[in-house]
T-cell receptor, first 116, second 113 residues
Framework: GAVVSQHPSWVICKSGTSVKIECRSLDFQATTMFWYRQFPKQSLMLMATSNEGSKATYEQGVEKDKFLINHASLTLSTLTVTSAHPEDSSFYIC????????????FGQGTRLTVV | GQNIDQPTEMTATEGAIVQINCTYQTSGFNGLFWYQQHAGEAPTFLSYNVLDGLEEKGRFSSFLSRSKGYSYLLLKELQMKDSASYLCAVRDRRGSTLGRLYFGRGTQLTVWP
């Protein structure tokens, strides 16, 4: 399968600061990337969908001004958690797919964010 | 919206067979996925069904009935390493949201020796 690289794998930051998470498709062009959040023993909750060169589509209840998503190229999407709070501590996972229709999405390794 | 339901926990012994069920209600259906997730790691793809019937891949099989909104993942010859969370996910097919995956809460499978 295709490779999606997510960086960093873990990060600890102070409350009030911003954190950027990168998601890269290494051997394919990702027209669409998805960002998920997962709390302990919970399922993956879709936060937003980003298509290269256009604004991200956020799920209901997700603050777009707090979770900034940029998908400037076909191989890179970034999620910036702004003014982080302890309740933002979670496991963030991206997935990427190419094309439309019945194409599989591949997941990054995930980023464990801890806000102290 | 999406409503995906699967059991929270299951246990089984090594060498046994286990079936994990998933029911879903969705406003637009474009396929059902099963993923395996070990603690602290990202999900890994196991199977994909878009048409009714059984898909077999080694020790893993997945079944889909679209009319019933039902799927199951069948794991045979269980091994200790199969202890993990198994996620059922449904893909959306509505317009601009085409391709989004919505996940169930996951079934934590524990395999005992």
């Amino acid at each position: 399968g295709a490779v999606v690289s997510q960086h960093p794998s873990w990060v600890i930051c102070k409350s009030g600061t911003s954190v950027k998470i990168e998601c890269r498709s290494l051997d394919f062009q990702a027209t669409t990337m998805f960002w998920y959040r997962q709390f302990p023993k919970q399922s993956l909750m879709l936060m937003a969908t980003s298509n290269e060169g256009s604004k991200a589509t956020y799920e209901q209840g997700v603050e777009k001004d707090k979770f900034l998503i940029n998908h400037a190229s076909l191989t890179l999407s970034t999620l910036t958690v702004t003014s982080a709070h302890p309740e933002d501590s979670s496991f963030y996972i991206c997935s990427a797919r190419t094309g439309t229709g019945n194409t599989e999405a591949f997941f990054g390794q995930g980023t464990r964010l801890t806000v102290v | 919206g999406q409503n995906i339901d699967q059991p929270t926990e299951m246990t089984a012994t090594e060498g046994a067979i286990v079936q994990i069920n998933c029911t879903y209600q969705t406003s637009g259906f474009n396929g059902l996925f099963w993923y395996q997730q070990h603690a602290g790691e990202a999900p890994t793809f196991l199977s994909y069904n878009v048409l009714d019937g059984l898909e077999e891949k080694g020790r893993f099989s997945s079944f889909l009935s679209r009319s019933k909104g039902y799927s199951y993942l069948l794991l045979k010859e269980l091994q200790m390493k199969d202890s993990a969370s198994y996620l059922c996910a449904v893909r959306d097919r509505r317009g601009s949201t085409l391709g989004r995956l919505y996940f169930g809460r996951g079934t934590q499978l524990t395999v005992w020796p």
